[in-house]
């Protein structure tokens, strides 16, 4: 029986990896439009697989078969529908609505950033590709494939509760700081980048207030005092956070 919170244990046992990323070159390396559409035409494939990985948790956390069946544990669900609500049907900012990705894609149109690459790798899945077939036909950057493909390892063998880790402490957890630090650092908003300025602030206020910590307690709730999801989901986290990084070298390496 586990009497510690493992929930803060966990969290102490990230901060240097979080540190990692916080504390990364990239950000002083975004110093032009240029850069921020370097940085676009990568991450993009972040914003796409992030779908997934909030997918796979709604697959196996609520029913989404026919025919329908209550879902095991209705806290979990709820959490899981309210994000999915959120990424997949947003308030556009121009009287409509939008999923996320669409939001990212409509900035890059308005940055001219090149969506060739996103867009034939979309396309490619629409037609039944495989997935590393699909990344491959469309030339997308090897550092924005490879962390395409550790997303899916997770969402396809992990367990529920590494899953649930990758989603917050990759995700919900990490991004608002990740992305006040890209507005800090550009005042992206203007120049062409308007949409984009939008799609981060959106970001910093919905994950950092509401989402960040929804996925927190849904960890929790899924680990419960059994030692073993808690070691499951610390590899499925410091997993998510050692892609993001490689990530950003990534980056970096394609800005210089």
């Known amino acids: ?31 032009g439009a240029q850069a921020l559409r370097t940085f676009m035409e990568h991450h993009v494939f972040a914003v796409w697989d992030f779908m997934s990985l909030l997918k ?17 544990d ?23 609505f939008a999923s996320h990705y669409e939001l990212y894609v409509r ?41 395409v493909e550790e997303t899916f390892h997770t969402v396809e063998q992990g367990s529920l509760c590494a899953l649930a880790a990758a989603f917050t402490y990759g995700r919900e957890d990490l991004l608002p700081r990740v992305f006040r630090k890209i507005v800090d650092q550009t005042h992206a908003g203007g120049g062409g980048f308007g949409r984009f300025g939008y799609y981060l602030n959106r970001h910093i206020e919905l994950d950092g207030d509401i989402h960040g910590p929804m996925a927190a307690r849904l960890v929790r709730s899924l680990c419960g ?32």
Not at 227 to 249: F, N, V, Y
């Open 1 to 31: 029986m586990i009497t510690a919170d493992p929930l803060q244990e966990l969290q102490l046992r990230l901060v240097p990896l979080r540190a990692t990323l916080l504390e990364h070159q990239l950000y002083a390396r975004i110093d």
């Open 56 to 72: 796979g948790l709604q697959k196996q956390l609520t029913c989404v078969e026919i025919p329908w069946r209550p879902a095991g």
């Open 74 to 96: 209705p806290a979990a669900a709820r959490l899981v529908n309210e994000i999915v609500l959120a990424e997949e049907s947003d308030d556009d900012g121009e009287g409509g």
């Open 107 to 147: 900035a890059m149109n308005e940055a001219g950033a090149n969506t060739g690459p996103i867009e034939k790798f979309v396309a490619r899945i629409d037609e039944g590709a495989g997935l590393e077939t699909a990344l491959a036909e469309a030339n997308v950057p090897a550092a924005a494939a490879a962390f």
């Open 225 to 256: 005092d059994e030692p073993e999801r808690w070691r499951q989901a610390e590899a499925g986290a410091t997993g998510a956070l050692r892609a993001r990084t490689a990530l950003w070298d990534g980056m970096l390496a394609a800005m210089e």
